[in-house]
């Protein structure tokens, strides 16, 4: 349980209906008063109800064997199994960690593009029009001879900003409108694929290019380039080798509006190979579009072989770990081999079915594959932790209702419940200090935490009140209708259990069939050397965990006599509460027993033992 904000940094990916948001984004969008619903594993959707960032945190970074990276404060909890977190702190290297794979949950509505704010350059019209001459007059006077409007002119050049070209020249372009898409359509997309994948941009010459082997590819970039921009780009053959493999098709158009949209979509205009990304407006739109991106860059820089499956090759370690976190959302699990991604298995089945290639070659290749492997061994969708880095950053949390867990980095998350709202109130108000906050978070979240060989009672607990929340707020049309039971009743129905049960009631009446499973809880015992499950039953569980409140599950043993028939003797007695006596434990017991009573006797005597074990005593002669 992640109580107290103790969560992760901002570049994480956190799984939303608004698409793959970097956490630091997801804040921005929160503190605007945006309404967000996320992923919370196995299908599940919650939406954000509170936030938090904690700044310069001590962190743990893990590193996983797939490749997959996550970063978040120490106290951080992370799924490690069916209701089982641990604290990043406490994760060792070679723990097991279960991915969410498959979970769909895709943005709705195509993603606008806002007319971008192109920054103009002023040209020698404008200077002509500011000092009321000719334009053929700025010319001769910026060559170096006598103008009538000298002084005009050079304050026109001073007021309008004006700069010379390259070569020190006079510059007479001036850009024409820009023929745009409205949105972040699938053809957009798949322009964008091949721009990151193999694309390259001179800012200085306004260049776009586009470099390939296939002529199919060039073909259908000068396409899109047509379509979306109204620009005619012709693909044109470079018989230039590059490494000895021979030419390539080259795919070149000139726009500086062009360059002012890409840049006000957040694509880095200058990133070489190791620094280029998947724009954000990809992982913002819905599914179709971004199959749409995945498509082209994987015809840029991926391949499929007929043995190995699919593999991927990028230089950019932000685009590995964005491609691999945005495959899972598929259900497609990959494997980092150093700069490869690979895809194998039912995987490749998957990414053959929602993506696929476009180029036909690779298509093919991929067929064989699948056809070559009629049936797949189940892959397993774990990852396992290699390397354990420690640092400092700013964590960021957030607060969600009925499941309190969410996906992010392909992992599973826990969050906070009420307290992150108190807490973060009594901050507000200037109650409580930062410091006094994340004391209390840490203790807190020591308190709650599951443990590996016992039942937490806190834990349990925890999780009965938030079922009972969960009930109360959504009853079945039968509850209302047999008990009146009215939506929203779960705050009211808390403050009742509260007050009215104890815990062996509270217990009995609201530990259900349902949580028993959920929590995956079961009776066990020793049988011989090993420790086996002796009973899943509901309500014997129940009745088990009840059983264990009475004396903490030991047996009720009481002295009867200090003195017994006048000899000195001790006489225990066992009364008998539904907790049988282990009779090996027992005679241990009575030996520790009569060394500490001292007096001297070699008899330690049983009596009185009964098959039931009911009323039964112990006598230790002195």
């Known amino acids: 349980m992640n109580e107290g904000w103790a969560c992760l940094t901002g570049e994480s990916l956190v799984l939303t209906e608004r698409g793959l948001l970097r956490y630091d984004t997801l804040h921005e969008l929160l503190a605007q008063g945006e309404g967000v619903t996320v992923g919370s594993g196995y299908g599940a959707r919650d939406s954000i109800t509170d936030r938090h960032v904690r700044r310069n945190a001590p962190t ?145 010459k306004n260049a776009i290019g586009y470099t390939t082997g296939d002529r199919e590819l060039a073909d259908r970039y000068a396409q899109l380039v047509l379509e979306l921009f109204a620009i005619e780009a012709v693909p044109t053959w470079d018989d230039r080798t590059l490494n000895g493999k021979g030419g390539r098709w080259r795919v070149v158009f000139y726009s500086a509006n062009v360059l002012d949209l890409l840049q006000s979509l957040g694509i880095d205009l200058r990133a070489k190979a190791r620094q280029k990304r998947i724009p ?39 685009i590995a770990q964005t491609l691999q976190v945005l495959l899972l959302n598929y259900g497609i699990l990959t494997r980092r081999y150093g700069p490869n991604v690979r895809i194998k298995s039912m995987s490749a089945r998957v990414f053959a079915d929602e993506i696929n290639f476009g180029l036909a070659r690779k298509r093919e290749n991929l067929d064989q594959y699948l056809s070559r492997h009629q049936w797949f061994l189940k892959e397993d969708p774990t990852d396992e932790v290699v390397s354990i880095e420690h640092g400092v950053a700013d964590v960021y949390d957030i607060t969600v209702e009925n499941s309190h867990r969410y996906v992010a980095n392909g992992m599973v998350h826990h969050n906070s419940l009420w307290h992150s709202r108190i807490m973060r109130q009594l901050g507000e108000r200037g109650v409580i200090t930062d410091s006094e906050i994340i004391e209390f978070a840490q203790l807190h979240s020591g308190v709650l935490s599951p443990s590996r060989t016992s039942l937490n009672p806190y834990y349990i607990g925890f999780k009965m009140f938030e079922d009972i929340e969960r009930r109360w707020d959504n009853p079945t049309t039968e509850e209302q209708q047999r008990f009146g039971r009215k939506p929203g009743m779960g705050h009211q129905k808390l403050f009742e259990v509260r007050e009215l049960d104890n815990d062996v009631s509270f217990l009995r009446n609201y530990l259900t069939e349902d949580l028993v499973k959920d929590l995956d809880l079961y009776l066990f015992k020793k049988d011989g050397d090993e420790w086996v499950i002796s009973e899943k039953n509901w309500e014997k569980v129940r009745d088990g965990i009840v059983a264990s409140l009475t004396n903490f599950g030991y047996p009720y043993l009481v002295v009867d006599n200090g003195d017994y028939r006048g000899n000195r003797e001790l006489y225990i007695k066992h009364m008998f509460e539904g907790q049988e006596l282990d009779l090996n434990y027992a005679e241990k017991t009575l030996q520790h027993v009569y060394t500490l009573w001292g007096r001297r006797s070699n008899t330690i005597a049983i009596t009185d033992y009964k098959v039931a074990l009911h009323g039964s005593s112990f006598v230790v002669s002195a």
């Not at 279960?98 to 404008?126: F, H, K, M, R, Y």
């Not at 972040?184 to 964008?192: G, K, P, Q, R």
């Not at 913002?284 to 082209?296: H, I």
């Open 60 to 204: 743990i970074r893990l590193r996983t064997h797939r490749g997959l990276v996550l970063e978040g404060a120490e106290e951080h909890k992370l799924n490690t199994g069916p209701d089982q977190w641990f604290a990043l702190k406490d994760i060792k290297v070679g723990q097991s960690i279960p991915l969410s794979v498959g979970d769909n949950l895709w943005p709705e509505q195509l993603v606008p593009i806002a007319s971008p704010v192109s920054i103009v350059a002023p040209t020698v019209v404008d200077v002509a029009q500011a000092a009321g001459v000719g334009v053929h007059t700025v010319y001769r006077s910026m060559s170096g001879k006598t103008t009538f409007a000298a002084d005009r002119i050079a304050s026109a050049i001073q007021s309008t900003g004006y700069q010379f070209g390259n070569k020190g020249k006079p510059l007479y372009g001036q850009r024409l409108p820009l023929v745009t898409p409205t949105h972040v359509t699938a053809s957009f997309a798949e322009f964008l694929g091949y721009l990151i994948g193999d694309g390259n941009i001179h800012v200085s």
């Open 280 to 318: 954000p407006v990809i992982l913002r739109s819905p599914k179709a579009v971004v199959s749409a991106f995945l498509r082209a860059y994987f015809d840029c820089d991926g391949c499929a072989s007929t043995k190995e499956g699919v593999i991927l090759s990028t230089f950019s370690e932000d």
